[in-house]
Structures are given as structure tokens and as C-alpha cells.
């Protein structure tokens, strides 16, 4: 089982900037992706970024590219999204999950998931 916190969601003017983290407990996340997936109101669940645990390689949606980065730090277990140059249609909960299936950016294939954060972003 792994367990996943997110923290570091907030209101933020446009063109501000967010780090939102996900501490994950229970096992190594080696055999892991973690993945970030956004769900605004009435909105879909839509993929964000995805980082492989053990490569470190990342994946990140073309409506986040260049504005988003997600990064992980292994010693503590802990993933990260940074945001800048946020938009209003990033407003959002932004949720983190783990999977170990090779389809990273369905959210059907993740089994775990965190809580979920809000992000607000003003105009």
C-alpha cells in the first residue's frame, strides 16, 4: 500500500506561482510512477505530469509545458509539482497518485491516490 499527502495548494493572482508537494508513505515509490492530475468543476480528470521513480524521466502535458515542472526528491520521498506563470484556467484540485503500470497518463491505471489540493488562480 502507499499512502500519498499533497500540500502546498492555494489562491495565487494570474502569472504567480505554486509548489505543491506529495509525500508518499508506506513502501518505496522505486517501482512507481507519480503522476499529478488536475479536476476542475464539471471538468474531466486531466493528466498533468508524470515522473518515473527510479529514471527520474518526466512527462508533462503540452497545456502545462514550460510552465510546469515536476521533479522528485528520493531520500524523502516526496514529489513535486512547480507551477509559474499560472493562468485562471489553471484552477483546479490537483491530485497526485502512484501507479506501476506503463499507461501513465490514464488515470484509470493509477491505484493510488492522494486527497487532492486546490488551486485558485485569480485574474
Known amino acids: 500500500q502507499v499512502q500519498l499527502v499533497e500540500s502546498g495548494g492555494g489562491l495565487v493572482a494570474a502569472g504567480g506561482s505554486l509548489r505543491l508537494s506529495c509525500a508518499a508513505s508506506g513502501r518505496t515509490l522505486s517501482s512507481y510512477t507519480m503522476g499529478w492530475f488536475r479536476q476542475a468543476p464539471g471538468k474531466e480528470r486531466e493528466f498533468v505530469a508524470a515522473i518515473r521513480w527510479s529514471s527520474g524521466r518526466t512527462y508533462t502535458s503540452d497545456s502545462v509545458k514550460g510552465r510546469f515542472t515536476i521533479s522528485r526528491d528520493n531520500a524523502k520521498n516526496t514529489g513535486y509539482l512547480q507551477m509559474n506563470s499560472l493562468k485562471p484556467e489553471d484552477t483546479a484540485v490537483y491530485y497526485c497518485?502512484?501507479?506501476?503500470?506503463?499507461?501513465?497518463?490514464?488515470?484509470?491505471?493509477?491505484?493510488?491516490w492522494g486527497q487532492g489540493t486546490q488551486v485558485t488562480v485569480s485574474s
Open positions: 497518485a502512484a501507479t506501476d503500470s506503463a499507461s501513465i497518463m490514464r488515470s484509470a491505471e493509477y491505484a493510488y
